[in-house]
């Protein structure tokens, strides 16, 4: 737990994430009322356009300065790291857009998405696949060997793929 992450930073280069998740929310298909949880709200661009549409929203995520961006905006959000979900059917929805690939152990956060479901509850996430940063991955593997180091003991990525 307690991802590094700078808001401002993030709101400059990578504004792109919220715009690109619209069609996110639109699968989603949000009902005013609903209880849904954003997992990995991140700065919580995304889970403030759920509260305008009348949805009753929770907002986790790893980092605390994105948290506290998330929150500055309205948005209840706690620190909580997403694959140790702490929730027991609260939720008819469970959303995550762009952040399921920082999370590289995919059972325990798939068990506890579960967890948080209502019977009959969705979960609609989106998140990059295999090959989705092959570059950096081959210069960062180059780059670590080169210093005696393992990627994989150090790569906080899942990028599955279709099949996984």
Not at 56 to 67: E, F, I, T, Y
Not at 134 to 139: E, L, Q, R, S, Y
Request: proline letters at 7%.
């Amino acid at each position: 737990m307690g991802q590094a992450w700078d808001p401002q930073a993030y709101a400059r280069h990578a504004r792109f994430v919220p715009e690109l998740g619209a069609p996110v929310l639109a699968l989603l298909d949000p009902k005013p009322g609903e209880r849904i949880l954003d997992l990995g709200c991140g700065d919580g661009v995304l889970t403030r356009r759920l509260l305008d549409m009348g949805c009753d929203v929770l907002g986790v995520d790893a980092s605390p300065s994105m948290v506290a961006a998330a929150q500055s905006r309205g948005v209840p959000a706690v620190l909580m790291d997403g694959h140790t979900l702490a929730f027991d059917q609260e939720f008819d929805a469970v959303f995550s857009n762009a952040a399921l690939h920082w999370m590289n152990r995919p059972d325990q956060v798939i068990a506890g998405v579960w967890r948080a479901l209502k019977p009959g509850g969705r979960f609609v996430g989106e998140f990059g696949g295999r090959g989705n940063v092959g570059t950096v991955v081959a210069a960062l593997r180059a780059e670590l060997a080169a210093r005696g180091l393992s990627f994989d003991d150090l790569n906080p990525w899942y990028f599955p793929t279709a099949e996984e």
